[in-house]
């Protein structure tokens, strides 16, 4: 063969490339088009008895020189593709993503900034039990330097027949006890009815584990425009959780906090099994401030602190952590809160930059 032959060959080539790409552009719209009339569908993107027909279409129509097994493969590169495209868009239209916007949410609690690069410590009981106890806890942390006070007041527990908190009266204790020491308050709403309520009362309303996908509790999180904890399901991958942040931000409210807790797994040595690599990769795929509950996803006083600084030094945006005055005698979760000596040694060596109040 000559080189003016190879060389018009390589030409054609060239060209034949050239159109491939076109056409491979072109699908490439259309299957766009397809995966956002698929979204509004709410029907799944991948659709393996149309990727079955269309390969099967495809193969019966080759005359060569390909086999009809390199067929199926190139064309199923194509279709996977597609499949990948149709996804990063549809990332890319969450309101939550890092990729709609790229500068931090800087989340307000009154005058106190979550998500600006100074990292906030929540700590307090897991349930409010009585005023003294929560004026106890109240008074410890405003000494210590805490600003934010969490308290459990309608409590979702395994067993109906654990103490489920005291409800309404819980948070009227909490806003008592906050205004006496000039604390901000977050607690758990279960019931979408009680979301208008808690707004009289606390200062950021938390969506616990079992209810991330709860979605009227978030639609109803979604109308108001308090602050929002939204806490990782048991075993909820990290796009389910954003996309439960994305229930709450679609319906006007962008003061969403997401908060690891720790995930179920075969692991008995801790309570949950803290998840310490979803707080760098949700920073990345979000703009949320991402916090870390150290209690719950150990269960045990001894690691609390080595993984509040896992935590701090992973990115996230503050640590959760529960105290109470006697553990011996709270009424949920006794054994994983700290008594008030155990949080100033915890404090002492997580070395939280707090500034002890009077």
């Known amino acids: 063969m000559s080189q003016d032959n190879l060389d018009r060959l390589r030409k054609q080539l060239d060209s034949v490339n050239l159109r491939l790409l076109e056409l491979l552009s072109e699908r490439a719209s259309i299957a766009q088009d397809i995966g956002m009339e698929k979204e509004k569908q709410g029907v799944p993107k991948y659709d393996p008895v149309r990727e079955k027909s269309m390969l099967e279409e495809l193969v019966r129509s080759n005359k060569g020189p390909f086999d009809d097994e390199t ?13 990948k495209l149709q996804q990063t868009d549809h990332h890319k239209h969450l309101l939550v993503s890092r990729k709609r916007q790229k500068e931090d949410t800087v989340v307000s609690i009154g005058e106190i900034p979550v998500g600006s690069g100074q990292p906030i410590l929540i ?25 934010v006070m969490r308290g459990g007041a309608f409590k979702p527990r395994t067993s109906p027949y654990d103490f489920q908190g005291l409800g309404v009266e819980g948070l009227q204790i909490l806003k008592e006890v906050a205004e006496e020491f000039g604390l901000k308050t977050i607690s ?5 009815a009680h979301i208008e309520l808690a707004t009289q009362y606390i200062d950021v309303i938390q969506i616990g584990a079992r209810n991330m996908q709860n979605f009227e509790l978030l639609k109803a999180a979604g109308d108001v425009r308090t602050p929002i904890l939204l806490k990782r399901g048991l075993a909820a991958t990290i796009d389910e959780f954003l996309h439960s942040a ?3 931000v679609s319906r006007g409210n962008d003061q969403v906090m997401l908060i690891e807790r720790g995930i179920r797994t075969y692991e008995k040595a801790t309570r949950n099994t803290l998840d310490i690599s979803a707080v760098p990769i949700l920073k990345l795929e979000s703009h ?33 952590v529960e ?29 939280f930059p707090l500034k002890p109040g009077r």
Do not use: W
Not at 123 to 130: Q, Y
């Open 71 to 83: 067929i199926s493969h190139l064309f199923k590169q194509i279709f996977q593709a597609s499949l």
């Open 246 to 248: 994305e229930y709450i």
């Open 123 to 147: 700590a307090g009981p897991c349930s409010v039990e009585s005023y003294e106890q929560t004026r106890k806890t109240a008074a410890m942390l405003k000494a210590s330097g805490v600003t």
């Open 288 to 320: 949320l401030p991402v916090l870390v509950d150290v209690t719950h996803s150990t269960g045990r006083k001894d690691i609390l602190a080595p993984c509040a600084k896992a935590a701090l030094a992973a990115g996230a945006d503050g640590v959760m």
């Open 323 to 351: 105290v109470h005055p006697d553990p011996a005698t709270a009424l949920s979760d006794a054994a994983q809160q700290l008594n008030f000596a155990e949080f100033e040694r915890f404090l002492k060596e997580i070395q």
């Open 188 to 192: 758990e709403i279960v019931d979408p």
